[in-house]
């Protein structure tokens, strides 16, 4: 969806890693199989949360006698190499993928429908299935719903904003301390859809009253903006937080994780509700979903892996240990549960994106938009009427999952 999950360096010899493996697969499979005993898994996550995830998979490993081979990966490598190995025997037998992806991606992933028990599907909401379901067919399981929340400097912010006006309020009084992800990547439509959602608006519909209502405030905050929106991204703009340049900006769990591991939070920074709008709340579902590529080597141990994740103490151990809270909370009155407060209020008003094969250009038409809006000053009508060229751009996914998603 959205973060490079390594390191400039880490990324290229991950990245050549990575290359080297799918391009091994494809011109050897010919003549031999993939190793039996081992399943490579594609994963969007940062170089130490893929070492916890290999300490955290070593009772399948135990249980199967083989072994899990994670790929620190980014969203859109995974995808790619997806592709790449459509039409072949592949080297990946679980991809994880963005919720964004999915419209396109399950065109190269294997039903799950079979795989899914009825106890299984307890552990999320039905609106999260509903996200990772395509005509009638389950191809993607949930993995690690995560949601954004508000990041604040709890020692120059006591009392955080709750509501527009507040926030407003508080970036008339407190120039360039509020950031918004601006960069032309689809951080940039998780941080605007809370406001378009909640002022009634429809990701779906740029046009709609609500949505042009959602930009219209956007564009009032837009003077009193971190003169870095325009570039900032999740790490940047998290980096400008534990710097103290800026107060206040959106974000999703991994920040206060890299927070807390700085000694920045919770003495510093905290979590909280996104401020509500005319219609209440909302936040964009993101994170993982896992699938089982059609090229993949070995999709009964792909699986049985799947099934292995899907039960009540595999998902609360996931939790305790890579502190993704996505099916369970924190315990009550632990650190995890401060530092997570602001993510735990916002699970009830979590919202999907839609989830259509239109979907990267519907995000691109916004992105366009949103840009105009906050750093052109554009009258947010005649952006969206710029950004949808003709009536053949509009992505017609109205009857899409965009209800709540959790």
């Not at 025997?89 to 994880?96: A, F, I, K």
């Not at 709890?154 to 309020?169: F, G, M, Y």
């Not at 991994?254 to 709340?281: D, M, Q, T």
């Not at 009550?332 to 209020?345: F, I, N, Q, R, T």
Request: charge should be negative.
């Amino acid at each position: 969806m959205y973060l490079s999950r390594t390191s400039p360096p880490s990324r290229i010899r991950n990245a050549v890693r990575f290359l080297s493996l799918i391009l091994t697969a494809l011109f050897c499979a010919c003549h031999r199989s993939p190793p039996p005993d081992q399943l490579n898994i594609a994963l969007a996550v940062f170089p130490d949360e893929a070492a916890r995830y290999s300490a955290f998979v070593s009772g399948f490993e135990s249980q199967h006698h083989v072994h899990v081979n994670v790929l620190a990966q980014t969203y859109s490598d995974i995808l790619q190499a997806m592709r790449v190995q459509a039409a072949s025997r592949g080297s990946l037998d679980l991809v994880e993928l963005d919720l964004a992806m999915l419209g396109e991606a399950h065109r190269y992933a294997q039903p799950l429908d079979a795989i899914v028990s009825v106890s299984a599907r307890a552990l999320f909401s039905n609106q999260a299935w509903d996200a990772a379901s395509i005509d009638g067919h389950l191809y993607f399981v949930p993995h690690r719903l995560m949601w954004q929340a508000m990041i604040y400097n709890r020692i120059e912010v006591p009392h955080p904003p709750s509501t527009w006006n507040e926030l407003a309020r508080f970036a008339r009084d407190h120039p360039g301390r509020l950031a918004l992800k601006g960069a032309r990547y689809e951080g940039a439509i998780c941080d605007v859809m809370p406001f378009v959602w909640t002022a009634g608006g429809d990701e779906c519909a740029p046009d709609s009253p609500g949505s042009i209502r959602a930009l219209d405030f956007l564009q009032r905050l837009a003077p009193d903006l971190n003169d870095e929106s325009a570039v900032f991204r999740e790490m940047s703009v998290l980096e400008a937080q534990a710097r103290g340049s800026v107060w206040i900006h959106f974000n999703w769990p991994f920040a206060i994780g890299y927070l807390h591991a700085k000694g920045l939070a919770p003495n510093v920074n905290l979590s909280a509700l996104i401020p509500a709008g005319p219609e209440g709340r909302a936040t964009p579902l993101g994170g993982g979903y896992l699938a089982i590529p059609n090229s993949a080597p070995h999709p009964k141990l792909a699986a049985e892996f799947l099934q292995y994740l899907l039960t009540a103490d595999t998902q609360s151990q996931l939790s305790r240990e890579l502190g993704w809270y996505g099916s369970v909370p924190p315990l009550p009155g632990s650190e995890d549960a401060e530092l997570y407060a602001g993510y735990v209020a916002m699970r009830p008003y979590v919202r999907a994106r839609p989830t259509v094969d239109c979907y990267p250009d519907l995000s691109d038409q916004w992105r366009r938009a949103i840009r105009a809006v906050l750093f052109d000053g554009a009258p947010p009508a005649s952006a969206i009427a710029s950004s949808i060229r003709s009536s053949e751009d509009r992505c017609d996914c109205a009857q899409s999952n965009s209800g709540p998603a959790l």
